[in-house]
């Protein structure tokens, strides 16, 4: 299964790869650099996080179309490219902010029931 998942992507990367130079009318090294920040953001929004996640298919597709349109809108409002990649990277650094927070909470809470006396000790302010 796993094994397929890894072939489709391949295929379709490179369909990809194959539209987008004929699109251009060429192919050189960096081609698709604009693209890597995108799809990084929008899979990282989608809920895939750097070290463990619940991803799903539609997550990340929504994440993609809210991408879009904060990508389109500062395009509208005229924003410079460096300033777009500013935008886009603040919003994955702030989703990644907040996954970890949850996640911390979370684990704290786990061991609070648990009956861990030192993440008990923690949460109420204690000595570290």
Not at 44 to 56: C, M, R
Not at 107 to 125: C, I, K, N, Q
């Amino acid at each position: 299964m796993i094994a397929s998942a890894f072939i489709i992507s391949s295929v379709l990367a490179s369909l990809n790869g194959l539209l987008l130079g004929a699109y251009i009318g060429g192919a050189f090294l960096e081609m698709g650099q604009p693209y890597l920040l995108q799809s990084i953001a929008a899979v990282v929004l989608g809920g895939t996080l750097i070290f463990g996640g619940s991803a799903t298919a539609l997550g990340t597709m929504f994440a993609s179309i809210l991408l879009i349109l904060i990508v389109t809108t500062m395009q509208i409002i005229g924003l410079p490219p460096g300033a777009q990649d500013i935008v886009q990277g603040i919003v994955v650094i702030f989703v990644l902010a907040l996954a970890g927070r949850q996640a911390m909470a979370r684990r704290t809470s786990v061991d609070v029931a648990s009956g861990d006396d030192d993440a008990a000790t923690l949460t109420r302010g204690g000595p570290a």
